[in-house]
């Protein structure tokens, strides 16, 4: 079945450090790929999304690049914040009618220390 | 323009309780999606609602779940007997057009404790 895997947490930087997540995926058709970002007690929130291959999505400073070859879309930023500190889901959607469901990792904790 | 909506915030239930939740989806959308937080795990889809209409409930367990979205009001989702094993943050997202390049948009969740 369809499924993301992400890196495992937990995550723990100093601020202005260079940050990578990792996701990979697998898909039976073409999925649009997401980045969301949970801050504590709070619900999801979209941090960016890549809907076809090699599209780079990016919002606040994140970035990441749908990568077909590779089946992934690592997150990044190159100077991370406090305020960056929260759970970070990677998550796919398929392009199947009837099948827009959200598919999400397990999620990778972010604690950045000033 | 009011994002998703929940309610109530925080439910605790005694074992045997039924439980219901609110979702209104942002103005403009008509699908709704439900999805089930367990403590230190990612989001597991549950189901997709259109109005009057469920589109995918394979997420669903088989007995004492149930959800609707009638064409007037919120969408419900309905946990009858609840058990401790449904403590969890439970979720709603909505979307504009229902397809997979669309963004959901997630409401604040409701956070389900049963005693």
């Known amino acids: 079945g369809d499924s993301v895997t992400q890196m495992e947490g937990p995550v723990t930087l100093s601020e202005e450090a260079f940050l990578t997540i990792n996701c990979t995926y697998t898909a039976t058709g073409y999925p649009s790929l997401f980045w969301y970002v949970q801050y504590p007690g709070e619900g999801l929130q979209l941090l960016l999304k890549a809907t076809k291959a090699d599209d780079k999505g990016s919002n606040k400073g994140f970035e990441a690049t749908y990568r077909k070859e590779t089946t992934s879309f690592h997150l990044e930023k190159g100077s991370v914040q406090v305020s960056d500190s929260a759970v970070y889901f990677c998550?796919?959607?398929?392009?199947?009618?009837?099948?827009?469901?959200?598919?999400f990792g397990t999620g990778t904790r972010l604690t950045i220390i000033p | 323009n009011a994002g998703v909506m929940q309610n109530p915030r925080h439910l605790v239930r005694r074992r045997g309780q039924e439980a219901r939740l609110r979702c209104s989806p942002m103005?403009?959308?008509?699908?709704v999606y439900w999805y089930r937080q367990l403590p230190e795990e990612g989001l597991k889809f549950m189901v997709y609602?259109?109005?009057?209409?469920?589109?995918?409930e394979s997420g669903m367990p088989k007995e004492r779940f149930s959800a609707e979205f009638p064409k007037e009001g919120p969408s419900i989702l309905r946990i009858q007997q609840v058990v401790r094993g449904d403590s969890a943050a439970y979720f709603c997202?909505?979307?504009?057009?229902?397809?997979?390049?669309?963004?959901?948009?997630f409401g604040p969740g409701t956070r389900l404790t049963v005693l």
């Open positions: 997202a909505s979307s504009q057009q229902g397809v997979s390049t669309d963004t959901q948009y």
């Open positions: 998550a796919l959607s398929l392009s199947n009618f009837g099948n827009e469901k959200l598919t």
């Open positions: 609602l259109q109005k009057e209409n469920i589109i995918d």
């Open positions: 103005k403009g959308h008509s699908h």
